[in-house]
């Protein structure tokens, strides 16, 4: 079940700095949206704030709305143990957990919370998951095996595995092939394509081509200068910011002018 | 066999500018040669003074070193001849540092294995006034205090460490830490005084329990404790608690199916290191527990026998059998030498066998 997420006037800080600021967005359900900007523009951060990754780092506060198919993200009665659930993240440098076969880390999301579960159950949502993030036939005779033990590129697919293993709504991503080669990269945009039918992505991208390969939107974070806040600079059809943005700074960074 | 790598290199007299000049070296063995007969002279000359131990190792370690530099300096030149000098330096402080630790294993192991034998491990001294008699009550009072203590201090140490790295903040998390320093330097006596006045308070005068010793011994590995699973914990990289939390997991089961899982290796190390270093405190024990000659192996009923206890009072307080006594308080002193360093046989082993694993 994919969502639709309405953010609106979000302002997002570590402690009293202010990373990100006002920003208006509405992702599509069913899409892969992705974001791109220059570093320490705040991508990371948006995103985060997303699924109230944010708010773990001490000191860290968000002002503004996000709402997911009517419910307020940062209502008060919202907990951000349940939006996890509901959003799932995979992150920069895969993170596999160390302790865990391959097996269990596809179902860490279960087992972390006690979730009781039948022997043929477990062996099923496995199977489901590593098929959905394709890395079934790589893995299947070495599920209990370490998780640490697979190459990058597979360890990636492992944690979006694990990701939507919960079966979350909403996928967010960071730069989730920054750290892999062409080939385990590739293998990973396919993985996206086949994943927005089931999904609502986000991803945050440094690689104009794989953006302009993936997404169906494409949001530009731009900031004046250090130790100003990032903003949202212009959010349209991945086609139109990449042959005709409406503002020059796109158009600069796309075309290489910046900085 | 062929001849091309057995070739010698050749010293030319003006090598070609721009080469790598093949360099002279000293043969193999002549720098230590040098040292020896360094130290060699070193000892002759303490012997002119009248000998002494002390003044031939002073003067055997400078003129060592001394001719470790001259002899190179002449031959390989200035970088290698300082090179060598360093060497010897530091082989000489290391060499130093192991004489302590050597003479010490060489005199318990030579007075020790005297009584290491079947009848220590199996009698008690309870109606022992002269030779025979045993340290087994004292051994097993030794374990039941020291396990008793890590029943105490693990909890305690453990969820402290956890309070600090997961959940502390602010105020309470520093005046936590500075304490946990502050405890970390009470000397042992102050321990067993504490243990002792508060037994005393609830249970009046001239009570001793192995509970007692127990809680001393707490007061001292608690902040070990605290101190090194706070370092463990720290080690476990963030990334995974954020990979809990993504996947819905609430911070405290991420904090004991995640962290603690990762870091099991690390924490029992850790614990089995502050046990050691607790098992073989006297002073505590001494004005807490006591001493009896008999089994007693109930902390809370009255005195207990204790190694390091056993072996203070055979040594200070030898009846009529002199060398009886001595004897045992060496073999205790070695039993606690052993209890020790199987601990950190264990330890090690511990952090072997729970490391997370990497391999394919
Ligand atoms: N944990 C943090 N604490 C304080 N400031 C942070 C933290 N993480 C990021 N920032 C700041 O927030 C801004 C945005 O960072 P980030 O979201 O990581 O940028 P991006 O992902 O676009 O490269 C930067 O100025 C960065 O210095
Ligand atoms: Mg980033």
Redesign the pocket.
Known sequence: MAKRIEVSDLN?Y??N?L??EGVNVSIEPRSITA?I????????????SLNRMHEV?P??RVEGKVVMDGQDLYGSDTDPVDVRRQIGMVFQRPNPFPTMSIYDNVIAGNRLNSKKMKKSEADDLVERSLRGANLWNEVKDRLDRPGSGLSGGQQQRLCIARAIAVEPDVLLM??PCSALDPISTLAIEDLMAELKDRFTIVI?THNMQQAARVSTSTGF?N?NG??QP?RLIEFNPTEKIFSNPDQKATEDYISGRFG | MSTETQSPVRVTKEPPSGSIRPRRRLPRFAALGLYVAGIALGALLSALTGFSIALTVIYGAILGALAVYVGSRVVEGRRKATDRLVTALVTTAFAVAMVPLVSLVYTVLDKGLARFDGAFFSNSMFRVVGEGGGAYHAILGTVVITALAAVISVPIGLLTAIYLVEYGSGRLKRAITFFVDVMTGIPSIVAGLFAFALFTLVFGNDVRLGVMGAVALSVLMIPVVVRSCEEVLKLVPNELREASYALGVPKWRTVVKVVLPTAVAGLGTGITLAVARVVGETAPLLVTVGLITGTNLNPFDGRMATLPVFAFYQLTQPGTATQAFLDRAWTAALVLIILVMVLNVVARLISRLFAPKTGR
Do not use: H, M
């Open positions: 997002i570590y402690g700095f990373a990100v974001l900007g220059p570093s320490g523009c705040g991508k990371s951060t948006f995103l985060r780092i000191g860290a960071d730069e945050v974070f900031l250090v130790g990032g």
